[in-house]
Nanobody, 129 residues
Framework: QLQLVESGGGSVQPGGSLKLSCAASGFTLDYYDIGWFRQAPGKEREGVSCIGSSAGGIYYADSVKGRFSISRDDAQKTIYLQMNSLKPEDTGVYYC??????????????????????WGKGTLVTVSS
């Protein structure tokens, strides 16, 4: 059974860092494109960073460019999101998601949560002084 489990969330002061992990099980991660999304209270789920399988496949939302870094370790079946210089507006529930490779770009995948197929249950990140 395909499963995604996020970890690494928590409370941090502005300017701090967190590293989120997403452990995948029940499927071969190599065959999937991946992404991180977040949802703040009262807002829609938005794409933060996605890795697609087409050329130029990594996408970062403008709000996190230069501060966040997405990576994947297919051998360890884990997806990561390194978050630095955190801001209060980064607060929200962070979800990892995957979709079978379809040679889409990261920007396409992150454009809408509907472009992803399988989801974790999320991990809460709170940035506050």
């Amino acid at each position: 059974q395909l499963q995604l489990v996020e970890s690494g969330g928590g409370s941090v002061q502005p300017g701090g860092s967190l590293k989120l992990s997403c452990a995948a099980s029940g499927f071969t991660l190599d065959y999937y494109d991946i992404g991180w999304f977040r949802q703040a209270p009262g807002k829609e789920r938005e794409g933060v960073s996605c890795i697609g399988s087409s050329a130029g496949g990594i996408y970062y939302a403008d709000s996190v460019k230069g501060r966040f870094s997405i990576s994947r370790d297919d051998a360890q079946k884990t997806i990561y999101l390194q978050m630095n210089s955190l801001k209060p507006e980064d607060t929200g529930v962070y979800y990892c998601a995957v979709v079978p490779r379809q040679f889409n770009s990261g920007s396409y995948l992150c454009r809408s949560y509907q472009n992803m197929r399988h989801w974790g249950k999320g991990t809460l990140v709170t940035v506050s002084s």
